[in-house]
């Protein structure tokens, strides 16, 4: 990205886009919550979700374990792929914004290797497949392995961003090297190990959902607050310097809020790729380049696209389930490029 | 001595087989008493990359003719202390080096057999089968290969005799309904067209892993805990207990309280080596299994 690229005119988060992302996710937790393995009347099922909510008493038609698929089951499942998927493109978009890479993830600093070290030591060790520890290992895990490549790009400088990127490189490639030599010494779970990389929504429940819900309302929330930062320093940093911003105050700030939502991201629903390069930058080419724009379009983008890609990945192959990883990059993959052919905004 | 050692075998192998909690001395029994009568055609050095064949071999009398065993046979206790070679991580000089005469495999994922070949190892793959039949021949088989067939036999023999005691007592009171049965914790499953699938259809279950698509042919299918949720099964059995599952975590699943199984007290926890396997052991599989729906009609 060029200083070309930042917008002059002040953008203004318009509603027409906002209401269209807002429309494809609301259709895609529709049909969520409507489809799975088992039949049951759409009708009942949305009876059923409104019977849960506070001060509304209807009578769904649904026996109890019907009503335990759709209230324990699908409903917090699509909330959940909601939230991990706006975390995952909010923080890839913020990332793409603070390093000025259009390459920037939101496993640049190390999350995912980390968070897949702690979790394959976890499992290894008998935990078992996805679960609290699992996740709580995870975390420590993506934690460990960004606080590593802070402190190792101090080391080489004043940590400027290239420092931070390499650093990243270096602390992920170590992680991955750990994870592998402790998945090879345990050949016996090594399903469970790639199941987690491979990201899987089918066994979560209400627990995940309280757990990562705070987190993404407090990362996404400062990453909004810092999107006009952002623009401004989408100009230069030295640029941005002299208009007042303090770059290196704003790096940290957006890096650790875009990281902590990540990871805990991570930790509940495994490595999900692909989710926050594509729906950031679909954004930026159908709606414009200013991060007042992308940041809250890929909050609802992402949330849609992770909730449409988990029911492909549950309905694929009824009554198994394809790993969500596999389906955002096989879905993905395609869809961004007709975006970047069709688009006109390429720089 | 040969006269002697026969009948004595026998007997032990027998105790072996329907004995509940003498399987740990067995063994050593077994060692004292079978010493001399490896005939002499018979390979000597027996490298076994199974679980299951290793226990078969301890079975049959051949321990004395095992020179090496993979890291996951853990059955009889003496197949710890052999030489170990990783089955998984496949590497034909490690298995060489062991200097084997026979070399029994139960997978050639990695092209296992052509790699023992090209260095003139004589290679006896057994594949897991599909019932409960096929286990028995391939017990006959395997003995047949290691000089051990009369024994082998005789095993075998009554291996279904018992099996087909406790199944025949078990079904007295008609058929026990649905079944689902956990190989892990992402609901991976068996379906009929496996040994173990074949265990629970002996049984006249019926499967609710058969419902769903099965697009390697492997019979191991994965199934979404909706899927489970809506079949509802009269009885879960776990084949991952002994990787931390039990009828406390199975409840504990977001809406699995809802399960039939889970409310009656029907989820059972199988001993995951056994459950995983098709060697002599299998008589204790069975006798699991028999003793849930037992039990399940009586209370």
């Excluded at chain 1, 849960?52 to 649904?62: A, E, I, K, N």
Aim: hydrophobic residues 55%.
């Amino acid at each position: 990205m060029t200083a070309a690229a930042a917008p002059v005119a002040p953008a203004r988060l318009r509603f027409r886009p906002l209401a269209v992302a807002g429309v494809a996710l609301a259709g895609a937790m529709v049909l969520g919550v409507s489809l799975g393995p088992a039949s049951l009347p759409v009708g009942g099922v949305f009876l059923e979700i409104l019977d849960r909510m506070p001060l509304v008493t209807v009578d769904s038609g649904l026996s109890e374990r019907e009503a335990a698929i759709v209230w324990q089951l699908r409903v917090p499942r699509v909330v959940l792929g909601a939230l991990v998927g706006a975390m995952l493109a909010t923080a890839g978009g913020a990332y793409q914004g603070v390093f000025r890479n259009p390459l920037a993830d939101p496993y640049l600093l190390g999350v995912a290797a980390g968070a897949g070290l702690g979790a394959t030591i976890v499992i290894a060790a008998g935990a078992g497949g996805p679960g609290i520890a699992v996740a709580a290992a995870a975390f420590a895990g993506a934690i460990a392995a960004v606080v590593l490549t802070y402190a190792l790009a101090r080391t080489g400088g004043v940590g400027s961003t290239a420092n931070l990127i390499l650093a990243g490189v270096a602390v992920a490639a170590f992680f991955t090297a750990a994870q592998t030599f402790v998945q090879q010494r345990a050949a016996d779970t090594i399903r469970e190990v790639f199941s987690w990389i491979l990201g899987r929504l089918a066994t979560v429940g209400w627990a995940e959902v309280a757990l990562l819900a705070p987190f993404v309302a407090v990362s996404a929330a400062v990453l909004f607050a810092s999107r006009r930062l952002l623009d401004v320093l989408a100009v230069g940093e030295e640029e941005a310097g002299t208009l007042g911003v303090r770059t290196d105050r704003l790096r940290l700030v957006v890096v650790a809020a875009a990281t902590l939502g990540s990871a805990v991201a991570v930790a509940v629903s495994g490595l999900i790729g692909f989710v926050g390069i594509v729906v950031p930058h679909t954004v930026r080419l159908l709606a414009g380049h200013s991060y007042r724009l992308i940041l809250p379009l890929a909050f609802v983008g992402g949330a849609a696209f992770l909730v449409f890609a988990d029911l492909l990945a549950r309905v694929i192959i009824s009554p198994g389930e394809l790993p969500i990883g596999v389906v955002t990059a096989f879905v993905g993959a395609p869809f961004f490029a007709v975006v970047l052919r069709t688009s006109r905004r390429i720089t | 001595m040969r006269w002697i050692h026969v009948p004595l075998l026998l007997l032990v192998v027998v105790a072996a087989a329907c004995g509940d909690g003498g399987s740990s001395e067995t063994p050593a029994t077994v060692t004292t008493i079978t010493l001399a009568s490896t005939p002499p055609d018979a390979p000597a050095r027996v490298v076994s990359l199974s679980a299951t064949h290793t226990e078969m071999l301890y079975a049959v009398g051949a321990q004395d003719q095992i020179a090496g065993t993979d890291l996951t046979s853990n059955f009889p206790l003496p197949a710890e202390e052999t030489p170990k070679v990783d089955a998984f991580n496949f590497d034909v000089e490690e298995v060489a080096a062991l200097d084997p005469d026979l070399v029994v495999l139960a997978f050639d994922f990695a092209g296992e057999v052509a790699a023992l070949e090209a260095v003139q190892i004589p290679t006896l793959l057994l594949p897991p089968p599909t019932t409960l039949d096929g286990a028995y021949d391939q017990l006959r088989e395997l003995g047949e290969a290691v000089g051990r067939g009369e024994e082998a036999a005789a095993l075998a023999g009554e291996m279904q005799t018992a099996i087909d005691e406790i199944v025949g007592a078990a079904t007295a009171g008609g058929d026990p309904g649905t079944v689902f049965h956990e190989i892990d914790n992402t609901l991976f499953s068996a379906n009929s067209s496996t040994f173990i699938g074949d265990v629970y259809s002996r049984f006249g279950f019926e499967n609710i892993a058969d419902e769903a698509a099965d697009e390697f042919g492997s019979g191991f299918v994965q199934l979404s805990p909706e899927f489970v949720l809506d079949a509802d099964p009269d009885f879960i059995f776990l084949g991952d207990a002994g990787f931390g599952e039990t009828a406390e975590t199975v409840a504990a699943r977001p809406g699995w309280d809802q399960l039939t199984a889970v409310q009656e007290g029907r989820v059972v926890e199988l001993d995951s080596d056994i459950a995983g396997r098709w060697g002599p052991r299998s008589v204790e599989l069975v006798r699991q299994i028999g003793q849930a729906i037992v039990a399940s009609q009586g209370g």
